[in-house]
């Protein structure tokens, strides 16, 4: 063998090496990049739900408000769909939409059950802060149901219940659809699908 061939197979080996280090490297800027995004946009949403002022009644629009939010809710969700299945890393994609997603969901219902709370206190055991809503919609959606917030009044059961039923449809149906999406494409990526 001689020293040319011998170094130049040395040289291929390290400059492969040096590759899939690069790749690597690659990959976890990208995984980062992306939970940052996913982390900073749920803690935006949250931010804009403490600060926007939320000092209306509770009636017939804040009912309407919310009917309206759930159905963008499905927008984004449609939208989010799309972006995925076109997205070089669909995976990650659906990562951030499910950080995006879940957010503005809990927040439109703790937004709510704010002004419920405000505007007819004997809604629940206790009259709730933004903090307290937040609160009690995340047990809620987690199903856990703590037992020191808890709607004693026939609008507040009723709106437990639709979260309760909105609940199930998000994480039965949307996780799913955008995880199924994350794997279309995949298969797009990789010349196996549509």
């Known amino acids: ?25 690659r990959r976890r800027r990208l995984l980062a990049v992306h939970l940052l995004r996913a982390g900073g946009s ?8 403490f600060a926007v ?12 408000v919310l009917a309206v939010g759930l159905l963008l809710f499905g927008g984004l969700i449609a939208w989010q769909f799309a972006a995925i299945t076109r997205s070089e890393y669909p995976r990650l994609r659906a990562l951030e939409a499910m ?3 879940v ?29 307290d809503a937040l609160y009690f919609t995340v047990t809620v959606f ?6 020191d917030i808890v709607p004693v009044t026939e609008t507040g059961r009723v709106l437990a219940t639709v979260q309760m039923a909105a609940d199930l449809i998000v994480v039965g149906i ?9 794997e279309i494409g995949l298969s797009r990526r990789h010349g196996d699908g549509p």
């Open 1 to 25: 063998m001689s020293e040319d061939g011998g170094g130049t197979g040395a040289r291929a080996g390290t400059e492969a090496g040096t590759g899939a280090g690069v790749e690597r490297a």
């Open 174 to 182: 949307v996780v799913k659809v955008l995880f199924g999406a994350a």
């Open 53 to 64: 002022p939320l000092d209306r009644g509770f009636g017939a629009a804040t009912v309407a």
């Open 103 to 131: 957010p503005v969901f809990l927040l439109l219902f703790s937004a709510v059950y704010f002004l419920l709370s405000l505007n007819r206190p004997e809604t629940f055991t206790e009259p709730l802060s933004r903090t």
């Open 99 to 101: 950080a995006t997603a």
């Open 42 to 49: 749920a803690v935006l949403l949250t931010a804009l739900y």
């Open 142 to 147: 987690a199903t856990v149901g703590f037992g």
